[in-house]
């Protein structure tokens, strides 16, 4: 395939003849034939492609040579979207390619039919009808269903649970939709496809019903791609895992009330049941006001408040669940709500048994107007080395950000794969990074302990800000410190801030690109995936060396269980967690050859420390110094 390569990616090949802007790039021509020597002889890939690489041509031009089923999975569906609607397109015409390529997501992103009439026939807020008259003017003409095609609603939209089935809920064959079901046509058009998008969630989902010997959710493939590999494990641990939630339980208590009144609607004692669960739920909640937005289950759950909420839930749900029994075979729905409520009693009970001595950790979110608490396995690697072998096809991991300098063995350990047995490769971006940026860790800034440190960062970065105009990524990992220097910089700053949390991330990104002396101060969702090139983003500042914080319940049983295997927790697991990290928030600044900016680390530990050297080991080779000033300097040039 090495000649088809060179022809399609090559210096005078069909891409560069054909796609506007596109440039040829040794590394993406290494990396495509390493890809495709993984196609032809199978195994495992694990490659690191630095920004500007062209990573997604790199793994799509020899998947679409090899005449081979693949699955192609991205981090996030805005890249699935992205890779789907805009890069496979161009390709394909440009390579004049006949392979047959699918777009495949969850079944929570698909229209559901059947619930939106049911959401129809019931009584509403003023906002929620609003919303559902938008879903019914594109449902009729809607090929996909995709939610997506919907822009006018956010995907937060509250309307979108009513109209979209769970696992829970689905009817399934039963369906008196069925024939028009979204969801079962996408996963048509997969089974038929030569190339299939999907994202993590879904691959994942895929694997734990595979795991649990519940059949599968995507169509066999001789190869599989992971993109933005550099998040799976995380994904993956979320999918082998258990949890409910009071939003499913009130959910459940909503289809039961409308499964009554559609289907029975002669049987008080169950509509006193159904209230009965629904209080239930709702004190379960309020049992954790006061206890922090995250944290471990066994901390709390011998508590009094939390002990007597969780015994009326499971009480109340088992006598909803005997209640729907009574009703069986009057309706299709209220014989689903009844399975529904088996399954979250018996998941209640999985998840809450403090205790447990079964290689899992258990913690609970709070969010606003609900809780959930989840059981995550400590590891997957034992899970996840079965499903590469039994798949008995080609894996191709990558990501710009995989390797901890040229090691991949972290990333490795975690799913099970033995470096040794994997082909590696590691291909440097192409961007001139000591012509097009400045590297600026400052002196003179206290310790990230001390109370004042955010504070002195915002100090530091105001004449910074001043001389880029704006035009500004400001990243923390805190809400906390995000909070005290938003305040503190709109008491100062002349600037437009937007923060995130106070509008979708979406609107956050567009407003930035659009709006002048526009500052985004944002936390960890906002260290990646996010893709702004050009003058709109010519500053990147990161407050601190991102090491997750040790209060976190899954990764303080994660350290525990390596410390009594005899590894170095910090060594093993935190170092290079945060190493790669940073270089995903570094990686925000250059997103294009003509990219010019300054990044600022003001973390003093990254060079007063001994392990700061790792990190700046497998940082990309920028111009660096110690000056403000000569940052300033740099800026007011650009």
């Known amino acids: ?75 996030t569906r805005n890249l699935q979207d992205q890779l789907f609607h805009r890069d496979l397109p161009r390709l394909l015409e440009a390579m004049g390619s006949p392979a047959r390529t699918a777009l495949l997501k969850g079944r929570a992103n698909y229209l559901c039919l059947h619930r939106l009439d049911l959401a129809l026939e019931d009584t509403h807020p003023r906002e929620l009808l609003d919303q559902l008259h938008l879903v019914r003017q594109w449902a009729a003409h809607t090929q996909a269903g995709d939610i997506a095609e919907l822009t006018r609603l956010p995907e937060e939209a509250p309307v979108w649970p009513r109209v979209t089935s769970t696992v829970d809920n689905c009817l399934g064959s039963e369906c008196p939709r069925i024939g028009q079901c979204h969801l079962v046509e996408a996963r048509r058009k997969a089974q038929e496809a030569d190339l299939v998008v999907v994202n993590h969630h879904l691959l994942c989902a895929d694997l734990a019903l595979k795991e649990q010997g519940f059949g599968e959710l995507l169509p066999a493939a001789d190869a599989l791609v992971v993109d933005e590999a550099h998040q799976l494990p995380e994904t993956a641990g979320n999918f082998f895992g258990q949890s409910v939630g009071t939003r499913q339980l009130l959910d459940l208590c909503r289809d039961a009330r409308l499964a009554y009144h559609r289907e029975i609607g002669d049987q008080p004692a169950l509509v006193k049941r159904i209230d009965q669960t629904e209080k239930a739920a709702r004190d379960f909640r309020l049992a954790f006001e006061g206890q922090g937005e995250r944290g471990g289950w066994e901390e709390i759950a011998e508590r009094p408040q939390v002990r007597a909420a969780l015994a009326f839930l499971e009480e109340s749900l088992g006598a909803l669940e005997a209640a729907l029994a009574e009703m069986e075979g009057r309706g299709q729905e209220t014989d689903q709500c009844r399975l529904r ?95 097009q940026a400045l590297w600026l860790v400052p002196r003179g800034l206290p310790r990230p302990a001390d109370p004042d440190y955010t504070e002195r960062v915002m100090e530091l970065a105001l004449p910074l800000l001043e001389a880029s105009r704006g035009r500004a990524f400001l990243l923390f990992t805190s809400h906390r410190a995000l909070r005290r220097a938003a305040a503190w910089l709109e008491a100062r700053g002349d600037f437009e801030l937007l923060v995130q949390g106070t509008a979708p991330r979406a609107e956050l990104l567009e407003r930035f690109v659009e709006k002048e002396r526009a500052v985004l101060l944002g936390t960890a969702s906002f260290w990646e995936g996010v893709d702004v090139r050009g003058e709109a983003l010519s500053l990147v500042i990161i407050d601190k060396l991102p090491f997750a914080s040790p209060a976190d319940p899954v990764l303080r049983a994660r350290l525990d269980a390596i410390r009594r295997r005899g590894g170095n927790p910090f060594k093993d697991f935190q170092l290079p967690q945060a190493v790669i990290a940073l270089k995903q928030g570094a990686g925000r600044l250059i997103r294009d ?31 660096r110094t110690r000056d403000p000033a000569e940052a300033v300097a740099f800026l007011k040039d650009l």
């Open 593 to 623: 050859p003509n990219d010019r900016g300054v990044l600022v680390v003001c973390d003093p530990r990254l060079l007063r420390n001994n392990y700061g050297h790792t990190f700046l080991a497998a940082m990309p080779p920028f111009a």
């Open 1 to 75: 395939m090495r000649g088809d390569l060179e022809a399609v990616l090559g210096p005078e090949g069909l891409l560069a003849r054909t796609i506007q802007g596109f440039a040829h790039r040794p590394q993406q021509l290494a990396m495509a034939q390493a890809v495709a020597e993984t196609l032809d002889e199978g195994g495992v890939l694990l490659a690191e492609a630095g920004t500007g690489t062209g990573k997604t041509f790199a793994y799509l031009v020899p998947a679409l040579l090899s005449g081979r089923k693949v699955i192609v999975s991205t981090g």
């Open 341 to 435: 409520a088996q399954n979250m009693r018996q998941q209640l009970g999985l998840v809450c048994r403090a205790g447990e001595d079964d290689g899992q950790v258990r913690w609970y979110q709070v969010h606003p107007q609900s809780v959930r608490v989840t059981a995550t396995p400590l590891e997957i690697a034992d899970t996840f080395r079965e499903r590469l072998e039994s798949h008995g096809s080609a894996w191709i991991f990558t990501s710009a950000t995989l390797a901890v300098g040229d090691d991949f063995s972290h990333f490795a350990r975690q799913l099970g794969i033995d470096p040794d047995d994997a082909r590696t490769g590691l291909w440097e971006s192409p961007f001139d990074y000591a012509r």
